[in-house]
């Protein structure tokens, strides 16, 4: 089997636009009793969409466009400073989320049930990270951090949001596919 190396127009397209929607969803908060973005939504979607190289290259141009100063984080936040903060992680955690969710996406399929739970594992791995840094800053800045108050704070709070979010993207891949064969 040949080895597919180069990106095509339809390719940097594609990519260019889902790192737009990643961008944008970035920057919509919707105001519940704990503010959410879309951004899991838009990661997820790229990487259903794209698969797990493209999707992946995708996620990359969306950091480093962060890391270079340009307000595209949550919060219209951008620069390393945003990345070295207490939820970069999370930022860092959507490439390797990318990662695991096209692995397994490319593994198991794209049935709802195999992009919902790819979706998933991809988000445990956000979470990780994003969990892991967060502990990082606040004990380093703060003081000492239990992870079960940390788990309150960042992660409980988002867990229903994400999987509605999730089975959102699920729904779309399957919908978006069909058309732009």
């Not at 290259?57 to 340009?70: D, E, P, Q, T």
């Not at 309150?152 to 596919?177: G, H, N, R, Y």
């Amino acid at each position: 089997m040949e080895k597919k190396s180069i990106l095509t127009v339809k390719d940097m397209t594609m990519i260019g636009l889902l790192t737009a929607i990643i961008v944008i969803c970035s920057w919509i908060s919707l105001p519940f009793t704990v503010p959410f973005t879309l951004q899991t939504f838009a990661i997820m979607t790229a990487i259903g969409l794209l698969g797990r190289r493209n999707g992946t290259i995708s996620i990359l141009i969306y950091v480093l466009l962060g890391a270079v100063g340009l307000p595209v984080f949550a919060g219209f936040k951008g620069g390393l400073s945003a990345l070295m903060g207490p939820t970069g992680g999370y930022i860092i955690g959507f490439i390797f989320s990318g990662i695991l969710t096209g692995t397994l996406i490319q593994k198991f399929g794209s049935s709802f049930k195999s992009l919902f739970i790819s979706m998933i594992s991809g988000l445990v791995i956000c979470y990780i990270f994003g969990t892991g840094w967060f502990m990082y800053i606040y004990t380093k800045n703060v003081g000492a951090v239990g992870l079960m108050t940390v788990l309150s704070w960042c992660i409980f709070p988002f867990i229903i949001p994400d999987l509605a979010k999730l089975a959102l993207s699920s729904a779309i891949v399957i919908k978006l596919k069909k058309v732009l064969k």
